[in-house]
């Protein structure tokens, strides 16, 4: 059924006001998002590599933490997970901290005594102040490396076990995310104004505990994770519909919540951070990956980043829903003429490093091997003398880039919207096939 004209200024009208009315935004809604991106680049980054000495397999942990008790029991503020060694990072509130790194032999991510650990410089604090960035934090774990005196630490994520968050007490990025919890998509967190003010209020957003990624119910090893990642100004909510249809029998929704206003390389690797944990954590061999609009770009992005990663789990079929491949002229035009600039609107200006890396070296696609890219685009909602050949949102040339169109196996068109793609039946029934077809694999 085509969609009345009425229902498609409404359903756009979310998204192209981010983009298209830039001049119309207020002075006040402008200084509080410059301050809001200018409080996310006051924080303080601690990074650097961990790794083996031998071909020992991990998982590896990353911990930093604050102080020692007197029992000396770890009081961590964040950790980080890695099913091999490598490059870790922590976005922390500024302070003098504390790092070490373990193997974790048993792999259930938690520390023994008989695990091989390593502490920096033997447990040197670091001073990381307002705006600073402490890179080259390297450590190489032996064998035979253990603490210099006996400790016990918690890395259980807190919010995960108590399922209440303090906000007050959020000194890390990692206090603030969600690592599978339980929810439901009428939750408040998942409403209309909460996701469209993370555009704007990007830090808000955080400190609210919001992002992460989140379960509709308790993790079952019997079936596959299908994860579900939102656009702009969306929300896990907006795939209400199609997991209302989702093969319950074979496949469990994951839903991954973040901040539009942040750079979509930060949304990737933040993504990746937290789905090796999970994968991890319950021994996942297989998931799936639907994404729309910019959603897909965040999504295809984290599947080649894990990959490099090398990430346990396998990756099987990818779904782009509209997916804007060559970027929105309209995010070029933010660049060049709004006062502020947000992080995403340089990561979707046509051109973008963002958008030409998405295709490797000379524009030749790369997905890992195990992944199946199945395009699908959506047609309709645009009046040519208006806005030309679009699906209300997107122009066509930017949904069909031929670079995407040569990765896809198959390429689906729908007499639909943008927004209308993701309740259309004859997109779900598409969907529903593809992921079938991907679990009698």
């Known amino acids: 059924m085509k969609i009345p004209s009425r229902s498609i200024r409404k359903e756009l009208g ?6 298209l009315l ?6 006040c809604l402008l200084r509080d998002a410059h301050r809001q991106i200018s409080q996310l680049d006051s924080g303080c980054v601690i990074a650097g590599t961990a790794v083996g000495d031998s071909d020992q397999p991990g998982p590896y ?3 930093a933490w604050t102080d020692l008790d007197a029992e000396a029991s770890l009081r961590p503020v964040d950790h980080f997970v890695m099913d091999e060694g490598g490059p870790w990072v922590f976005a922390l509130e500024p302070g003098r901290y504390r790092v070490l790194a373990f193997r974790d032999i048993q792999g259930d991510l938690s520390y023994r005594p008989d695990n091989p650990l390593k502490e920096y410089r033997q447990g040197e604090a670091l001073d990381c102040s307002s705006g600073t960035q402490l890179n080259g934090i390297d450590m190489v774990i032996h064998d035979q490396d253990r603490p210099r005196r006996a400790m016990t630490m918690n890395l259980t994520r807190e919010r995960f076990q108590q399922g209440h968050i303090d906000y007050a007490a959020i000194a890390s990025l990692g206090q603030a995310t969600a690592y599978g919890e339980l929810t439901t998509l009428s939750h408040a967190r998942f409403a209309e104004d909460n996701a469209r003010d993370s555009l704007w209020r990007p830090l808000d957003f955080f400190l609210a505990g919001n992002p992460g990624i989140y379960f509709l119910e308790p993790y079952d090893a019997a079936r596959e994770p299908v994860l579900f990642v939102h656009g702009i100004n969306g929300s896990p909510r907006v795939f209400t519909e199609l997991i209302g249809q989702l093969d319950s029998s074979r496949f469990q929704p994951w839903l991954f919540y973040y901040p539009s206003g942040v750079g979509l390389n930060e949304n990737t690797r933040y993504l990746t951070n937290i789905m090796l944990e999970l994968e991890i954590r319950h021994g996942v061999r297989r998931f799936h990956v639907v994404g729309h609009s910019m959603g897909g ?3 295809m992005a984290f599947l080649q980043n894990r990959h490099d990663r090398g990430a346990p789990a396998e990756a099987g079929v990818f779904l782009p829903l509209s997916a804007p491949w060559g970027g929105h002229a309209a995010a070029g035009r933010a ?9 995403v609107w340089r990561d979707m200006a046509p051109g973008s490093d963002f958008l030409a890396n998405l295709f490797g070296v000379d524009n030749g696609a790369r997905l890992p091997d195990s992944v199946t890219m199945h395009l699908l685009f959506s047609y309709a909602g645009g009046d040519y003398l208006t806005w030309g050949s679009t699906d209300g949102v ?4 930017s949904l069909l880039k031929p ?3 040569d990765l896809a196996q198959s390429v689906y068109g729908f007499d639909t919207t943008h927004i209308g793609i993701l309740s259309h039946q004859a997109a779900i029934e598409r969907i529903n096939q593809l992921l079938a077809e991907a679990a009698g694999q």
């Open 297 to 299: 770009l965040v999504a």
């Open 335 to 343: 660049v060049d003429a709004s006062p502020l600039v947000m992080p």
């Open 14 to 19: 979310s998204i192209v006001l981010a983009l």
């Open 394 to 397: 997107i122009s066509l040339a």
């Open 403 to 405: 670079e995407a169109q």
């Open 22 to 27: 830039l001049p119309l935004v207020t002075g």
């Open 61 to 63: 942990i990353v911990v």
